[in-house]
């Protein structure tokens, strides 16, 4: 089948890489010609299918594979960062990184076998999750354990992105925007170059956002905690405001005001500060929906019970009730943070309520 390239103009393609069994479909992966080769931004998941996309992709685009000058990064997860380790062997191109996700990659590459499921069960414990549902993840650790089952190596990156910088990417000008919420070092990159299509700057900004998960046209990207394995559960609500964040971080887009919003899922738009406008709406209003379900104590496992999700909570397979509790207790911290709830002392597994 040929893979699906778009030619956005002016030397910028996006390739679609299949994600396996994934409703997301696929991840956009960006190629941006440079003086030096192609420079790829995102290179997708891991997978032989995905690889055979991307490099019929590279092909059709007029490049060659073994060509590839750079891989620039947007976040570390594997629908993004999955190829990164064969793009490198195949044409010895660098991979750049903000440092806060390569910190992620490294402790994902020195973790224990079965450390994230002991941190998980520890967490989901403090949560308040159920026996019902700690019984399979204690199930899974000690099978884990048993079998010293290696996790994922994501690929270290060999180059760190700088905030606000330039990339040093030949022939072309593309700054660095950190934009951390989904991840702790996500980044959006801004080609800072006349649209094709729409030649005048405007006062308040032009050129194109590369937006990774960060922006994208329907889609709310997930927001959880900065979770980490070598964290113990107490330490949970001491450990930043990743909502918090991520709202600063849409702002910051917004504020660039780019003709164009190319994301590493479904497709290009154009009115970025529209949808940061909508983002906000919809986390804003959820954040006024938990403030109201803590008129009584809650613990995090029965506040992402009662929230609204896309589907009834019944019907919720248990991964995606982890990821849920996850985004549950991100809106959680920001509300301590700003001063609307708190937890109840002495509670145990710990309760929170609206102040
Ligand atoms: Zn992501
Ligand atoms: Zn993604």
Redesign the pocket.
């Known amino acids: 089948m040929a893979p699906q390239v778009i030619d956005h103009r002016g030397g910028v393609w996006s390739i679609a890489v299949p994600?396996p069994d994934n409703p997301?479909g696929h991840?956009l992966v960006h190629l941006l010609e440079t003086d030096r080769g192609p420079v790829l931004i995102d290179t997708g998941w891991d997978d032989p299918a995905s690889w055979d996309t991307l490099t019929a992709g590279i092909t059709a685009c007029g490049f060659a594979p073994a060509d590839v000058h750079g891989v620039v990064l947007t976040?570390h997860?594997p629908?993004?960062h999955g190829l990164s380790a064969k793009v490198r062997e195949t044409s010895g191109a660098w991979v750049a990184m903000h440092a806060a996700d390569t910190a992620v990659v490294r402790r994902t590459r020195a973790a224990e076998p079965g450390q994230w499921l002991d941190y998980l069960v520890a967490k989901l414990t403090a949560a308040g999750a159920p026996n019902a549902h700690m019984e399979p993840l204690r199930a899974a650790r000690a099978r884990r354990r048993e079998r010293q089952l290696p996790g994922p190596r994501p690929a270290l990156p060999d180059r760190d992105i700088a905030p606000g910088e330039l990339l040093a990417l030949p022939g072309r000008r593309v700054r660095a925007i950190w934009t951390p919420g989904h991840t702790p070092g996500h980044v959006c990159l801004h080609l800072e170059e006349a649209h094709p299509a729409n030649p005048s700057p405007t006062p308040t900004g032009f050129g194109r956002l590369f937006s990774?998960?960060h922006l994208l046209p329907s889609i709310t990207?997930h927001i959880g905690l900065y979770e980490d394995p070598d964290d113990v559960p107490s330490d949970l609500l001491d450990r930043g405001d990743p909502l918090g964040d991520y709202l600063d971080s849409l702002e910051r887009v917004a504020r660039l005001a780019p003709a164009e919003v190319l994301p590493?899922?479904q497709h290009a738009f154009p009115d970025a500060a529209g949808r940061v406008r909508e983002l906000i709406a919809h986390h804003e209003e959820r954040l006024a929906d938990l403030r109201a379900l803590l008129r009584e104590p809650l613990t995090a496992w029965q506040l992402a019970t009662a929230m609204q999700w896309n589907r009834p909570w019944e019907r919720i397979p248990p991964g995606s009730r982890n990821i849920a509790v996850s985004e549950a207790e991100a809106h959680l911290r920001h509300l301590i943070k700003r001063g609307h709830a708190e937890p109840v002392p002495g509670s145990d597994p710990v309760h929170y309520v609206a102040v």
């Open positions: 994600i997301l991840t976040h997860h629908d993004h990774g998960d990207p590493a899922h």
